[in-house]
């Protein structure tokens, strides 16, 4: 049986082994329309490759590793990653090359292509899979195709296409993927057409912009847009964006390049062009019967339709669940460039501006009532920061993730995270604080009579040591804040004492990250680029290197503000309980803020923190979660649920928690190892952990229910398995 | 996380989906394994299998009544790694006697009718294993803990 064919020798009983995409193309090829020349490689190819190679098993193990429902977003792309990290270490088995290889040689001999997913189910009118799968542009050379099938092949396990498979129950056993091989249009001018806009079902919309149609669909190029009457095909309204910049072929792949003046003042498309695609979208839609979306290329006059599927909204189904909201995140280099240029050129330095300004401020001269206002005051920046770092912050951690994918594209690891290594460079600001502490606990270590006067909870605030520390807590806090999901600040100073000579009695953690070997991995990195593309690959480096940092110091800046706030809430707490009205803890700002409002009022305290029942007839043994930190421990567990749990940690115990906070991260290098309830590779913990080389597991949400202080629990962050007992 | 009633309901259509287990029993501190046919009670307190005087198993329990049981629904395909799901359970064994063995030998003929001929004979004993632990072994690396209460 072959497992190429060419597009119009597709057949209606076919369907099943091209996929959608490349099912449409060949009835619209059929009909006439003018479609590129292609090839299509049938599921049963990829069928071959993954069980022929072992891989079928493989993917199934790592995709069943844990209940999917359980599985956050950055554990389903530490998933994904792990998957794809098979793809390219597995070559195409040589039958199944052989096979492909005289077809392709023959028709695509010295033309660049395009290597387009199809796979069954993607395309349908209930599924809409646009964008999930992969495909790539101006590919040149047999070998080089071959090698951008397996890419596409392994696109199927993306973290997008995972969630939406699961979401709209298709059989992830079942799945398979079919290749389109198109011959490259070097349209002047490209763009997509919605023959029903999804916002308004009586409009088309068109958008338009210079150059390839890839610098619009991954939103790099803002297009020209036009509103139709769909009845009509009358035209509403043009929407006209600030023209600046284009996408073409260049050497292998794209390139985005500022566009030429003259081209910028004018629209990509006439009206009479626009008339023309609007007939195109209608024509489709007639031969499917439902209203399609199509991507189109205009080269030398000729109109191309490159693609084309039904339209489709998104189910309500995950409504409640953010995971497809974070798989929106999934930004280009040049988004990112200019997101990363916004956070530290604006957010950052707003930030900090806006907590020195609020340490600054004298609140004793205030009354009750003025007091009650600036703790709701100080609540409104938090929330305002807070919502910054969603929108602003959170998707920039994407940068990770984009060189991560781009360095094991290239360099091909055996270990998918080896890129990790890289983007740590020992310029963390919870690193900072940990070498800070570690400075201090030295001159304890080195002096009995300091370290007898801190065991009496006394320093002498004159001396080197208690300028230090002052010092210390002036810039990090007195590390009592935000431990879980309450804000708990009432340590003061007894909690570092005890820390540090708890440091002090065992041998200083080192940083496990060499700068020799971040140096070697860099070079040989960089290597292996000609010079163009050199200055990419170091661009593209240095803005993961950005992202790593941000992922923990964006908590640290984020922690400045909160303790701000919680400064004028201890205020707050302060005057009530001098007025007698306080019995226990009051946490919820809102309740100070009542009662300092109205004197008669009596604030609610917080309940007691709520011990989960363990069920003595059904314990974990054995958990299977992400492993985030390669090695083994063996240790007793300190289960993390309030900041005295932290300030009691000792050395050689293992870190149980719900995530490693930036603020808690002091305790990392007395620790064995970490087990983390919140999953992933790419999230602070993890981050921490590896730069001291320390094993850790995330991703066990029973960890803090079924594991308790003093458990033996053995931590395997080769495989992601924590033992218990 | 999953709840007690879940697990016993996820092992009771296990123990009524498969017919035979791995016995697991030791002499002289030498393991030695067979394969037994197996019922459950449904109180999954027990596990009942049945086997002539003269073969090894018994005369091992006989001496030493600890054992071990595992139940797996594997089907010896690949897929078994992330799909298949083990059960060991540990526990004591006692032969079945006085006016405890028409109730449980009715019970165990109910899911092995072709073994009537083997249980009735007198040279055969019907044994009762009083479990105390199930460890479940499934997504290839998740183990739990049952412990039975007596």
Redesign the interface.
């Known amino acids: 049986m072959s497992l190429i064919i060419p597009l119009h020798q597709i057949k209606e009983e076919d369907r099943e082994q091209f996929g959608g995409k490349a099912f449409s193309l060949a009835i619209l090829s059929r009909i006439g329309m003018n479609v590129p020349d292609a090839l299509c490689v049938k599921t049963e190819a990829y069928k071959q490759f993954v069980n022929f190679a072992g891989l079928r098993e493989r993917i199934l193990l790592e995709v069943n590793r844990k209940n999917f429902q359980e599985m956050r977003w950055e554990e389903m792309w530490d998933a994904a990653l792990r998957i794809r990290n098979m793809f390219l270490q597995t070559p195409i088995p040589s039958e199944i090359a052989e096979a492909l290889r005289s077809p392709i040689e023959e028709r695509f001999k010295d033309k660049a292509v395009v290597v387009r997913s199809s796979a069954p189910g993607e395309d349908s009118s209930q599924a809409s899979f646009a964008g999930l799968h992969e495909s790539y542009i101006n590919i040149r050379g047999t070998e080089a195709i071959l090698e951008h099938v397996r890419l596409v092949w392994a696109s199927l396990w993306s973290d997008a296409a995972l969630l939406y498979r699961q979401e709209l129950g298709l059989d992830i056993e079942k799945s398979a993927m079919a290749v389109l091989i198109q011959e490259i249009v070097n349209g002047e001018r490209s763009g997509v057409a919605f023959g029903k806009n999804p916002n308004d079902g009586s409009q088309s919309v068109i958008e338009a912009v210079y150059g390839l149609n890839a610098g619009l669909v991954d939103g790099t190029v803002e297009p020209d847009r036009w509103l139709l009457d769909r009845a009509t095909g009358k035209i509403l309204r043009h929407i006209v964006p600030n023209r600046e910049k284009w996408m073409i072929s260049s050497g292998e792949g794209t390139h985005l390049e500022a566009l030429p003046v003259d081209q910028a003042s004018v629209p990509p498309l006439t009206v009479g062009e626009v008339e023309r695609i609007f007939g195109l979208t209608i024509r489709v839609e007639k031969e499917f019967g439902t209203p399609q979306d199509v991507e189109w290329t205009l080269k030398a006059d000729a109109l191309y339709l490159l693609q084309s599927r039904p339209i489709t909204a998104l189910s309500s189904k995950t409504a409640g669940d953010k995971r497809p909201w974070y798989l929106t995140l999934r930004r280009s280099f040049e988004n990112l460039k200019a997101l990363r240029k916004r956070i530290e050129g604006q957010l950052i330095p707003a930030m900090v501006d806006e907590a020195e300004c609020l340490a600054r401020q004298d609140w004793t001269a205030l009354s009750d009532i003025q007091l009650a206002d600036e703790i709701a005051r100080r609540m409104d920046i938090h929330g305002r920061w807070v919502a910054i770092y969603w929108s602003d912050f959170i998707p920039f951690a994407h940068g990770m993730r984009l060189f991560g994918q781009f360095y094991n594209d290239t360099v091909r690891p055996e270990d998918p995270y080896e890129f990790m290594d890289l983007l740590g460079s020992g310029q963390l600001k919870s690193l900072e604080r940990n070498q800070g502490l570690e400075e201090m606990a030295s001159m304890v270590r080195e002096d009995r009579s300091l370290a007898l006067s801190l065991k009496e909870f006394k320093t002498d605030e004159d001396e080197g040591f208690g300028r230090m520390l002052d010092e210390f807590i002036r810039k990090f806090g007195d590390l009592s804040c935000s431990i879980g999901e309450e804000i708990q600040c009432s340590q003061g100073r007894e909690g570092i004492f005890r820390l540090l000579l708890e440091m002090a009695a065992h041998p200083p953690a080192k940083q496990k990250m060499e700068p020799r070997r971040v140096e070697y991995l860099t070079a040989s990195f960089l290597d292996r680029f000609e010079e163009e593309q050199r200055g990419f690959a170091s661009e593209l480096l240095d803005l993961g290197r950005a992202s790593y940092r941000l992922r923990d110091d964006d908590n640290i800046y984020l922690g400045r503000i909160e303790k701000q706030m919680v400064a004028a809430m201890d205020e707050g707490r302060r005057r009530l309980e001098k007025q007698g009205r306080i019995k226990g803890d009051v946490t919820d700002p809102k309740e100070l803020i009542e009662a300092l409002k109205s004197p008669r009022y009596l604030p609610k305290t917080r309940l007691s923190i709520e011990k989960v029942e363990i069920a003595s007839e059904l314990k974990a043994r054995q958990i299977v979660g992400q492993p985030a930190g390669p090695g083994i421990a063996k240790g007793k567990a300190r289960v993390i649920l309030s900041s005295s749990d932290l300030l009691n940690f000792k050395s050689g115990e293992i870190l149980v928690c719900n995530a490693v906070e930036p603020n808690m991260t002091f305790v990392v290098p007395l620790s064995a190892g970490i087990i983390e309830r919140r999953g992933g590779m790419l999230i602070h913990g993890a981050i921490i952990a590896r730069e001291y080389g320390i094993p850790c597991v995330t991703g066990i949400p029973e960890a803090t229910s079924q594991i308790q202080t003093g458990n033996q629990v053995t931590v395997d962050g080769y495989l992601g398995i924590v033992t218990i007992g | 996380?999953?709840?007690?009633s879940q697990?016993k309901k996820f092992l009771k259509d296990l123990f009524s989906s498969q017919r035979l287990a791995v016995l697991a029993t030791q002499s002289k501190r030498q393991p030695y394994g067979n394969l037994v046919a197996f019922m459950a009670t449904d109180d999954l307190k027990h596990l009942l299998f049945a086997t002539t005087r003269a073969t090894r198993k018994y005369a091992n329990i006989s001496k030493n009544p600890r054992v071990a049981m595992v139940m797996d629904n594997r089907s010896n395909q690949?897929?078994d790694?992330?799909?298949a799901a083990a059960v060991t359970a540990t526990g004591v064994v006692k032969e079945v006697e006085g006016s405890e063995k028409e109730p449980l030998l009715r019970l165990y003929l109910s899911k092995h009718p072709y073994l009537k001929d083997f249980v009735s004979s007198p040279t055969c004993a019907l044994l009762k294993m009083n479990v105390e632990t199930y460890?479940v072994v499934r997504?290839?690396?998740?183990?739990?803990?049952?412990?039975?209460?007596k």
């Open positions: 996380m999953e709840k007690t697990l690949e897929a790694f992330h799909q460890y997504q290839f690396q998740n183990v739990m803990e049952l412990h039975i209460k």
